[in-house]
């Protein structure tokens, strides 16, 4: 997995202050399924507010692993398309973690699609995905509960990131920590299949992603996106801890 470098940080930081960053234009492209799909318009909402200079695309059709991405004209096309500052990579919700010919598929596309991204100058960025709130009821012998499922699947993002020396977006780790300290939010994060993300998840990803790609705390985001102040001042905290977590 690619940590972000110090001095990556510090030069952020000198251009934040002389208000240089905020004026450069950077297009970053997500390639994912519907857990993209649904967190987009957080996604989208944040990075407008804050007026990071970002232009973001989405190329999510719901059901979607990353081996049809991959094998996709539409999404070969897109990528082909411009220079990108980033592709974001999300993979199938279960695959990874799944064992056996699942979870090589899964690195094998993920390996593909990073080659890919970097024929157009892209650094490649996992959107690392978090367990089902009650596990998976398909697959309960692999994923008996949350907690199961998702250091299944946090472990293989982080593998894939250290093998392609990509960057990873830790979603999953911050749904890890709420399901510790706030319970009430967790339950929150989820929609009523358990499984896709509700609004507080969809803010959290955008959280996460901000400060990801900027650089930038996700503390100094101002918006709520509707979600009671205190509610979002605890999803911006979690993203900021896990972000600082995994620079460590």
Not at 6 to 26: P, T, Y
Not at 80 to 86: H, I, L, N, T
Not at 150 to 163: E, F, L, P, V
Not at 164 to 176: H, R, T
Request: glycine share 8%.
């Amino acid at each position: 997995m690619k940590k972000t470098p110090c001095l990556f940080l510090f030069v952020l930081g000198c251009f934040s202050i002389f208000g240089e960053s905020r004026h450069l234009s950077k297009s970053v492209l997500f390639l994912g399924n519907s857990y993209t799909a649904q967190s987009a318009h957080f996604i989208k909402e944040v990075f407008k507010r804050e007026n990071v200079g970002y232009e973001l695309v989405f190329l999510n059709p719901g059901g979607v692993d990353l081996s049809r991405h991959l094998a996709s004209e539409k999404t070969r096309s897109l990528v082909a398309s411009r220079r990108w500052k980033f592709v974001i990579l999300q993979g199938q919700s279960q695959k990874s973690g799944l064992g056996g010919k699942f979870t090589e598929d899964f690195h094998s596309s993920l390996s593909g699609l990073c080659k890919l991204a970097r024929t157009k100058g892209a650094e490649p960025c996992l959107f690392m995905t978090w367990g089902r709130r009650d596990g998976d009821k398909r697959n309960l012998q692999t994923y008996p509960d949350f907690q199961t499922m998702n250091q299944k699947i946090s472990r293989q993002y982080k593998i894939a990131g250290d093998a392609n020396d990509a960057l990873v977006a830790p979603v999953g780790e911050a749904f890890a920590n709420l399901h510790i300290h706030e319970k009430a939010i967790f339950k929150s994060l989820y929609r009523g299949d358990g499984s896709h993300p509700a609004p507080p998840a969809g803010y959290l990803c955008a959280c996460i992603f901000f400060g990801k790609l900027t650089g930038e705390s996700p503390l100094s985001i101002s918006w709520n996106a509707n979600l009671s102040p205190e509610i979002a001042a605890t999803l911006r905290k979690v993203a900021a801890k896990v972000l600082m977590t995994q620079r460590e």
